[in-house]
Protein backbone atom coordinates (compact mmCIF):
# COMPACT_ATOMS: atom_id res chain seq x y z
CA UNK A 1 0.00 0.00 0.00
CA UNK A 2 3.05 2.72 -0.15
CA UNK A 3 2.60 5.28 2.36
CA UNK A 4 -0.71 4.09 3.06
CA UNK A 5 -1.05 2.18 6.48
CA UNK A 6 -4.40 -0.66 7.50
CA UNK A 7 -6.18 0.10 10.49
CA UNK A 8 -8.23 -3.37 12.21
CA UNK A 9 -10.37 -2.11 14.45
CA UNK A 10 -12.16 -4.66 16.87
CA UNK A 11 -15.67 -4.35 19.16
CA UNK A 12 -14.58 -1.02 20.58
CA UNK A 13 -14.56 2.94 19.65
CA UNK A 14 -12.38 3.91 17.26
CA UNK A 15 -9.48 5.92 17.64
CA UNK A 16 -10.77 8.42 15.90
CA UNK A 17 -11.76 12.80 17.36
CA UNK A 18 -14.22 14.72 15.38
CA UNK A 19 -12.58 18.17 15.02
CA UNK A 20 -15.37 21.56 15.09
CA UNK A 21 -15.77 23.08 11.85
CA UNK A 22 -14.58 26.26 12.29
CA UNK A 23 -11.57 24.73 13.40
CA UNK A 24 -10.41 22.08 10.39
CA UNK A 25 -9.15 24.69 8.39
CA UNK A 26 -6.77 25.54 10.65
CA UNK A 27 -5.81 22.06 11.87
CA UNK A 28 -2.64 20.53 10.54
CA UNK A 29 -4.40 17.32 9.31
CA UNK A 30 -6.82 18.97 7.18
CA UNK A 31 -4.36 21.16 5.26
CA UNK A 32 -6.81 23.74 4.98
CA UNK A 33 -8.28 22.01 2.25
CA UNK A 34 -10.27 19.04 3.82
CA UNK A 35 -13.73 19.35 5.02
CA UNK A 36 -14.65 15.94 6.74
CA UNK A 37 -15.75 15.66 10.01
CA UNK A 38 -13.18 13.44 11.69
CA UNK A 39 -9.36 13.29 11.36
CA UNK A 40 -6.65 10.30 12.28
CA UNK A 41 -3.73 11.10 13.90
CA UNK A 42 -0.77 9.35 15.42
CA UNK A 43 -0.29 7.30 18.08
CA UNK A 44 2.23 7.50 20.32
CA UNK A 45 4.54 4.33 19.92
CA UNK A 46 3.73 3.10 16.32
CA UNK A 47 4.58 4.10 13.54
CA UNK A 48 2.81 5.41 10.58
CA UNK A 49 2.66 2.09 8.61
CA UNK A 50 2.12 0.18 11.90
CA UNK A 51 -0.83 -2.21 12.19
CA UNK A 52 -3.07 -2.79 15.04
CA UNK A 53 -3.69 -6.46 16.24
CA UNK A 54 -4.72 -8.04 19.51
CA UNK A 55 -6.58 -7.29 22.68
CA UNK A 56 -3.00 -5.51 24.07
CA UNK A 57 -3.25 -3.39 21.15
CA UNK A 58 -6.83 -2.19 21.44
CA UNK A 59 -6.79 -1.81 25.85
CA UNK A 60 -4.00 0.71 24.68
CA UNK A 61 -6.01 2.64 22.42
CA UNK A 62 -8.41 2.62 24.67
CA UNK A 63 -6.72 3.96 27.70
CA UNK A 64 -5.25 6.97 25.66
CA UNK A 65 -6.36 10.16 25.98
CA UNK A 66 -8.83 11.59 23.35
CA UNK A 67 -6.75 14.36 22.40
CA UNK A 68 -3.82 11.43 21.48
CA UNK A 69 -6.04 9.00 20.35
CA UNK A 70 -5.96 10.15 16.51
CA UNK A 71 -3.98 8.54 13.99
CA UNK A 72 -3.51 9.51 10.22
CA UNK A 73 -3.47 6.83 7.42
CA UNK A 74 -5.45 6.26 4.87
CA UNK A 75 -7.88 3.29 3.32
CA UNK A 76 -7.39 1.39 0.47
CA UNK A 77 -9.95 1.99 -2.47
CA UNK A 78 -10.72 -2.18 -2.26
CA UNK A 79 -11.52 -1.82 1.27
CA UNK A 80 -14.00 1.42 1.02
CA UNK A 81 -15.45 -0.53 -2.29
CA UNK A 82 -16.90 -3.47 0.35
CA UNK A 83 -18.66 -0.90 2.28
CA UNK A 84 -22.40 -0.74 1.35
CA UNK A 85 -22.32 2.81 3.43
CA UNK A 86 -19.25 4.38 0.79
CA UNK A 87 -21.31 3.52 -2.19
CA UNK A 88 -24.79 4.86 -0.76
CA UNK A 89 -22.77 8.01 -0.24
CA UNK A 90 -21.14 7.94 -3.25
CA UNK A 91 -24.20 7.48 -5.04
CA UNK A 92 -25.96 10.07 -3.45
CA UNK A 93 -23.00 12.80 -3.77
CA UNK A 94 -23.44 11.67 -7.83
CA UNK A 95 -27.23 12.45 -7.47
CA UNK A 96 -26.53 16.15 -5.75
CA UNK A 97 -23.34 17.03 -7.58
CA UNK A 98 -25.67 18.71 -10.64
CA UNK A 99 -27.58 20.80 -7.59
CA UNK A 100 -24.40 22.17 -6.30
CA UNK A 101 -20.80 23.73 -7.69
CA UNK A 102 -18.01 21.56 -7.96
CA UNK A 103 -15.55 21.12 -5.02
CA UNK A 104 -12.03 22.89 -5.56
CA UNK A 105 -9.51 20.28 -7.12
CA UNK A 106 -7.20 18.31 -4.85
CA UNK A 107 -4.55 16.05 -5.84
CA UNK A 108 -5.33 13.73 -2.45
CA UNK A 109 -7.55 11.24 -2.47
CA UNK A 110 -9.90 11.58 1.05
CA UNK A 111 -11.20 9.29 2.02
CA UNK A 112 -12.53 8.38 6.34
CA UNK A 113 -13.49 5.83 8.74
CA UNK A 114 -16.75 6.98 11.15
CA UNK A 115 -17.47 4.49 14.45
CA UNK A 116 -17.32 1.37 15.09
CA UNK A 117 -19.22 -0.02 12.00
CA UNK A 118 -16.48 0.61 9.95
CA UNK A 119 -18.17 3.73 7.83
CA UNK A 120 -16.13 4.62 5.21
CA UNK A 121 -16.60 7.10 2.20
CA UNK A 122 -14.21 9.00 -0.34
CA UNK A 123 -14.29 11.72 -2.40
CA UNK A 124 -12.89 11.35 -6.54
CA UNK A 125 -9.30 12.98 -7.18
CA UNK A 126 -8.59 15.38 -9.65
CA UNK A 127 -7.65 12.80 -12.09
CA UNK A 128 -10.99 11.19 -11.69
CA UNK A 129 -12.24 14.72 -11.97
CA UNK A 130 -11.02 15.12 -15.68
CA UNK A 131 -11.63 11.48 -16.76
CA UNK A 132 -15.04 12.27 -15.69
CA UNK A 133 -15.05 15.98 -17.37
CA UNK A 134 -13.58 14.92 -20.39
CA UNK A 135 -15.72 11.76 -20.65
CA UNK A 136 -18.94 14.49 -20.58
CA UNK A 137 -17.63 16.81 -22.71
CA UNK A 138 -16.96 14.11 -25.38
CA UNK A 139 -20.45 13.07 -25.23
CA UNK A 140 -23.29 14.91 -27.88
CA UNK A 141 -26.24 16.76 -26.71
CA UNK A 142 -29.23 16.16 -27.98
CA UNK A 143 -30.02 19.38 -29.45
CA UNK A 144 -26.61 19.55 -31.51
CA UNK A 145 -27.12 16.08 -32.88
CA UNK A 146 -29.13 17.35 -35.93
CA UNK A 147 -26.86 19.69 -36.61
CA UNK A 148 -25.11 19.04 -40.17
CA UNK A 149 -21.76 20.75 -38.91
CA UNK A 150 -21.32 18.54 -35.79
CA UNK A 151 -22.71 15.33 -37.81
CA UNK A 152 -20.05 16.50 -40.48
CA UNK A 153 -17.08 17.07 -37.48
CA UNK A 154 -18.30 13.63 -36.00
CA UNK A 155 -18.03 11.53 -39.01
CA UNK A 156 -14.23 12.98 -39.73
CA UNK A 157 -12.93 12.59 -36.18
CA UNK A 158 -14.45 9.09 -35.18
CA UNK A 159 -16.17 7.60 -38.55
CA UNK A 160 -13.30 7.92 -40.46
CA UNK A 161 -10.32 8.55 -38.22
CA UNK A 162 -7.79 7.06 -40.21
CA UNK A 163 -8.94 8.74 -44.07
CA UNK A 164 -6.77 11.11 -45.16
CA UNK A 165 -9.34 13.06 -46.96
CA UNK A 166 -12.10 14.89 -44.91
CA UNK A 167 -15.40 15.30 -46.11
CA UNK A 168 -17.15 18.53 -47.85
CA UNK A 169 -18.81 20.92 -45.62
CA UNK A 170 -21.72 21.01 -48.25
CA UNK A 171 -24.21 18.23 -46.39
CA UNK A 172 -25.17 17.53 -50.08
CA UNK A 173 -22.12 16.30 -51.08
CA UNK A 174 -21.25 14.81 -47.62
CA UNK A 175 -24.18 12.55 -48.33
CA UNK A 176 -23.36 11.74 -51.77
CA UNK A 177 -19.66 11.08 -50.76
CA UNK A 178 -20.68 8.92 -47.83
CA UNK A 179 -23.40 7.45 -50.02
CA UNK A 180 -20.81 6.25 -53.16
CA UNK A 181 -18.40 5.45 -50.56
CA UNK A 182 -21.16 2.84 -49.32
CA UNK A 183 -22.21 1.86 -52.79
CA UNK A 184 -18.34 0.80 -53.39
CA UNK A 185 -18.04 -0.83 -50.50
CA UNK A 186 -20.90 -3.06 -51.03
CA UNK A 187 -20.08 -3.47 -54.67
CA UNK A 188 -16.67 -5.37 -53.09
CA UNK A 189 -18.36 -7.19 -50.61
CA UNK A 190 -20.92 -8.35 -53.47
CA UNK A 191 -18.24 -9.91 -55.85
CA UNK A 192 -16.02 -11.04 -52.93
CA UNK A 193 -19.10 -12.75 -52.12
CA UNK A 194 -19.29 -14.04 -55.65
CA UNK A 195 -15.50 -14.97 -55.85
CA UNK A 196 -16.15 -16.91 -52.08
CA UNK A 197 -18.97 -18.98 -54.03
CA UNK A 198 -16.85 -19.31 -57.24
CA UNK A 199 -14.31 -20.67 -55.01
CA UNK A 200 -16.26 -22.68 -53.36
CA UNK A 201 -18.25 -24.41 -55.90
CA UNK A 202 -14.14 -24.60 -57.45
CA UNK A 203 -13.74 -26.74 -54.31
CA UNK A 204 -16.53 -28.80 -54.62
CA UNK A 205 -15.87 -30.09 -58.62
CA UNK A 206 -12.45 -30.46 -57.77
CA UNK A 207 -12.92 -32.59 -54.34
CA UNK A 208 -15.35 -34.76 -56.85
CA UNK A 209 -13.50 -34.95 -59.89
CA UNK A 210 -10.81 -36.26 -57.39
CA UNK A 211 -13.01 -38.82 -55.71
CA UNK A 212 -13.71 -40.31 -59.32
CA UNK A 213 -10.01 -40.61 -59.98
CA UNK A 214 -9.73 -42.11 -56.65
CA UNK A 215 -12.83 -44.87 -57.43
CA UNK A 216 -11.34 -45.27 -61.28
CA UNK A 217 -7.72 -45.93 -59.77
CA UNK A 218 -8.71 -48.44 -57.37
CA UNK A 219 -10.98 -50.24 -59.82
CA UNK A 220 -8.37 -50.19 -62.42
CA UNK A 221 -5.97 -51.83 -59.94
CA UNK A 222 -8.66 -54.50 -59.16
CA UNK A 223 -9.36 -55.37 -62.57
CA UNK A 224 -5.38 -55.35 -63.40
CA UNK A 225 -4.87 -57.68 -59.80
CA UNK A 226 -7.36 -60.21 -61.47
CA UNK A 227 -5.90 -60.48 -65.00
CA UNK A 228 -2.63 -60.71 -63.34
CA UNK A 229 -4.10 -63.66 -61.31
CA UNK A 230 -5.98 -65.33 -64.43
CA UNK A 231 -2.52 -65.33 -66.32
CA UNK A 232 -0.76 -67.05 -63.52
CA UNK A 233 -3.23 -69.73 -63.54
CA UNK A 234 -3.30 -69.99 -66.83
CA UNK A 235 1.10 -70.30 -66.92
CA UNK A 236 0.35 -72.85 -63.70
CA UNK A 237 -1.91 -75.33 -66.05
CA UNK A 238 0.54 -74.95 -68.98
CA UNK A 239 2.97 -76.11 -67.22
CA UNK A 240 0.86 -79.09 -65.53
CA UNK A 241 0.25 -79.71 -69.04
CA UNK A 242 3.84 -79.78 -70.20
CA UNK A 243 4.87 -82.17 -67.19
CA UNK A 244 2.27 -84.45 -67.89
CA UNK A 245 3.58 -84.63 -71.28
CA UNK A 246 6.78 -85.59 -70.38
CA UNK A 247 5.34 -88.03 -68.51
CA UNK A 248 3.09 -89.69 -71.34
CA UNK A 249 6.27 -89.53 -73.63
CA UNK A 250 8.34 -91.45 -71.20
CA UNK A 251 5.72 -93.84 -70.56
CA UNK A 252 5.14 -94.64 -74.37
CA UNK A 253 8.59 -94.99 -75.06
CA UNK A 254 9.38 -97.30 -72.38
CA UNK A 255 6.30 -98.93 -73.48
CA UNK A 256 7.00 -99.67 -76.60
CA UNK A 257 10.62 -100.54 -75.41
CA UNK A 258 8.56 -103.58 -73.35
CA UNK A 259 6.78 -104.44 -76.36
CA UNK A 260 9.82 -104.90 -78.87
CA UNK A 261 11.87 -107.13 -76.47
CA UNK A 262 8.57 -109.11 -76.07
CA UNK A 263 8.12 -109.32 -79.52
CA UNK A 264 11.47 -110.49 -79.90
CA UNK A 265 11.82 -112.85 -76.69
CA UNK A 266 8.25 -114.59 -78.53
CA UNK A 267 9.76 -115.37 -82.10
CA UNK A 268 12.86 -116.16 -80.40
CA UNK A 269 10.77 -118.95 -78.41
CA UNK A 270 9.36 -119.86 -81.62
CA UNK A 271 12.36 -120.01 -83.53
CA UNK A 272 11.67 -117.30 -86.06
CA UNK A 273 14.89 -115.73 -86.13
CA UNK A 274 14.90 -116.27 -89.98
CA UNK A 275 12.91 -113.31 -90.99
CA UNK A 276 15.78 -110.86 -88.86
CA UNK A 277 17.61 -108.92 -90.97
CA UNK A 278 20.39 -107.70 -88.18
CA UNK A 279 22.09 -105.30 -90.37
CA UNK A 280 18.87 -102.80 -90.96
CA UNK A 281 18.31 -103.43 -87.10
CA UNK A 282 21.63 -102.33 -86.97
CA UNK A 283 20.92 -99.29 -88.87
CA UNK A 284 17.56 -98.58 -87.15
CA UNK A 285 19.45 -98.73 -83.83
CA UNK A 286 22.17 -96.32 -84.74
CA UNK A 287 19.55 -93.80 -85.89
CA UNK A 288 17.44 -93.94 -82.96
CA UNK A 289 20.23 -93.74 -80.55
CA UNK A 290 22.07 -90.47 -83.22
CA UNK A 291 18.27 -88.88 -83.12
CA UNK A 292 18.27 -88.68 -79.32
CA UNK A 293 21.65 -87.34 -79.09
CA UNK A 294 20.94 -84.91 -81.22
Known amino acids: MGGEGRY ?4 RELPAQEIPK ?26 LRGSFFGREDDRAVVKLPS ?28 KAAPKRAAPSETKEEVQFIRSSKRHAT ?12 S ?3 SKVSPSSSGNPTTVLDNLNTKVFPLNPVSLPEDSLETIQSVQSDLLQAMSQLFHLGERMDDH ?31 QEEEVCDLRCVAETFDVQKAMAVTGGRVVTRWELMRECLNHQTDSWD ?11 KTSREG
Open 278 to 288: LEVALEQYKMV
Open 122 to 133: TQASSSNKKSKA
Open 67 to 94: KRSQVPFLVSREALERCSIWAFEVMSAM
Open 8 to 11: HPRN
Open 200 to 230: GSLKADIAARTYQLRTLAASEDVSLREQLER
Open 22 to 47: NERKRHPVFDGRWTEKFAFMRLPGHS
Open 135 to 137: GST
